[in-house]
């Protein structure tokens, strides 16, 4: 690994990771701002703008924060005249009282000691916080495995990889929300209501596009460069062994948490 800050890789190539990464279910976007009701909405670690897109097609009030400026650039023109904010979270402060505070694919970055307080803070009574993932699972089995292999052998194990996860991982039923979401740790101790929506959809990449998919993804950017293209060299080969492409199952999950009236 290298000394570079995690949070940060995706500004590398921030042009490759706008055409390369999924964006979200339309829907989502949708059912969100219906559940939050009207006010302003703040997003959290905007990126490029997959997320801030769909939400600002809405004809909404949306403030978005992208420390990145490289990042901030593409977001910039993804969604021309929203305020774009270069700067953390942690380091913001409110300009007023939120309806609702979204977070897509980026949570996580956020100081795990200090986001539900900042979430709270940025809230007006009755505000949601709504952060979402995209989670890839493969349901072929072999292929999983042959991937599974390719991680191991690079220590690659303890890390979310975007091939880590078979389709038979998730179960159906709903888990207890404070264990579908270790991100939002103590979330009941100031918020209230708290629920998951879930989206499904699929994925399918060729080869090129899965070589171009894992440098995006910053499990492979923190790894020095030759081990890197090492690394999605022998993964890229079992996908090409495989087949014509890799086709995942992708779920999309929404934590929701309101703050007391």
Not at 50 to 77: G, N, Q, W
Not at 142 to 160: F, I, K, N
Not at 191 to 208: G, I, K, N, Q
Request: glycine letters at 6%.
């Amino acid at each position: 690994m290298t000394t570079r800050e995690r949070a940060q890789v995706f500004g590398e190539l921030a042009e490759e990771y706008d055409r390369v990464r999924p964006s979200y279910p339309a829907d989502l976007a949708t059912e969100i701002l219906e559940l939050a009701g009207p006010g302003p909405v703040l997003e959290v670690g905007a990126g490029t703008g997959k997320a801030s897109a769909l939400f600002a097609a809405h004809d909404i009030d949306l403030t978005c924060l992208e420390p990145d400026p490289r990042m901030a650039t593409v977001l910039r023109r993804t969604v021309p005249g929203v305020p774009v904010i270069e700067s953390t979270f942690e380091r913001w402060t409110p300009d007023r009282a939120y309806g609702l505070v979204i977070s897509a694919q980026a949570w996580h970055w956020v100081d795990p000691a200090r986001r539900n307080a900042l979430a709270f803070a940025a809230l007006a009574p009755g505000g949601l916080l709504a952060p979402f993932w995209n989670v890839f699972l493969l349901p072929d089995r072999e292929l999983y495995t042959a991937l599974a292999e390719v991680d191991a052998r690079h220590g690659l194990t303890g890390e979310q990889s975007p091939h880590s996860l078979h389709a038979d991982d998730l179960p159906d039923t709903p888990r207890p929300f404070a264990e579908q979401w270790p991100d939002l740790a103590g979330i009941e101790e100031l918020f209230t209501d708290l629920r998951t929506l879930r989206y499904r959809s699929a994925r399918s990449y060729t080869p090129t596009e899965y070589r171009a998919h894992l440098h995006s993804i910053s499990l492979y950017r923190m790894l020095d460069e030759p081990r890197r293209h090492t690394v999605i060299d022998e993964t890229v080969a079992v996908v090409e062994a495989h087949g014509a492409t890799i086709d995942f199952a992708l779920h999309t999950y929404v934590a929701l948490a309101r703050r007391p009236s």
